[in-house]
């Protein structure tokens, strides 16, 4: 007598979570950072930006740490993307600021040289350089993506480096860190002359640290460069170029 076969047994696919909409994940990232508000905390981070924004108290690895089960954005578009940083640049507390600046930052392939016109705009409002330096590095990542197909693309970094704003010049300083073997030296030596005149700190200091950045690939084409100009780049940022060259 043969064996009855076993009875099979339907299972189900687990359940995959639909995206969330814009509204949807403002919510939820309020309702995961705001019970870690830690308002003796807050003080000293609110007196570090010279009390110029409000604080929930919470440091950058717990903040992060929180968010890590927000759900999967990839299918979003560059709209959705740039809307929830929108909203997160309205809200009163400087850590939704720096989530909006993550958010970017790791959603970066869904935008693209297109989307330059919102960030600008996000540059200049509660302008300061935590979150000016944070989309600094998002336009840069999506300018080094675009030029493959756009050689021309870093073009719109000479109409910022003429922006009234000095934080915009600052991110024209700055977009190409972390490049490498890949920065456009002629711009970056042309951007640092170009800013050199400029007497206020946040642009010396933005002209070293692009510069010390190069020299870590190119350490003899940045000693050269400050040798030649001596004359035109201030003290403080000839300091800040020649950090690691000895």
């Known amino acids: 007598m043969s064996k009855p076969k076993p009875k099979r047994i339907e299972t189900q696919a687990p359940a995959v979570a639909a995206p969330a ?16 508000a830690d308002p003796v905390q807050a003080v000293p981070m609110r007196a570090y930006m010279l009390d110029q924004f409000a604080f929930l108290g919470i440091r950058a690895t717990p903040r ?9 954005l990839t299918s979003w578009t560059a709209a959705d993307l740039l809307s929830v940083a929108e909203a997160l640049w309205e809200m ?3 850590e939704f600021q720096y989530v909006a600046v993550d958010l970017l930052a790791k959603h970066h392939r869904q935008l693209g040289v297109d989307s330059l016109s919102h960030l600008l705009q996000l540059v200049q409002r509660r302008a300061w350089w935590d979150t000016v ?3 600094a590095g998002v336009v840069g990542d999506i300018l080094l993506r675009a030029r493959t ?15 009234p704003s000095l934080w915009v010049r600052r991110v024209a300083m700055l977009h190409q860190l972390g490049w490498k073997a890949q920065t456009d030296q002629p711009r970056l030596f042309r951007y640092a002359l170009a800013l050199a005149p400029e007497t206020e700190f946040f642009i010396r200091k933005a002209i070293g640290w692009a510069l010390r950045d190069h020299a870590r690939s190119q350490p003899e084409a ?3 460069f400050l040798a030649d100009y001596a004359h035109v780049l201030s003290g403080l940022t000839r300091r800040e170029a020649g950090k690691h060259l000895g």
């Open 92 to 94: 009163p507390e400087r």
């Open 21 to 36: 909409e814009p509204i949807v994940l403002l919510l939820q990232i309020g309702a995961a950072l705001r019970p870690l």
């Open 133 to 135: 330096d944070g989309l």
């Open 64 to 72: 992060r740490q929180a968010l890590r089960g927000l759900p999967r």
């Open 222 to 224: 940045v000693r050269t």
């Open 149 to 163: 197909l756009q050689p021309d693309a870093q073009r719109q970094m000479d109409d910022w480096l003429g922006h």
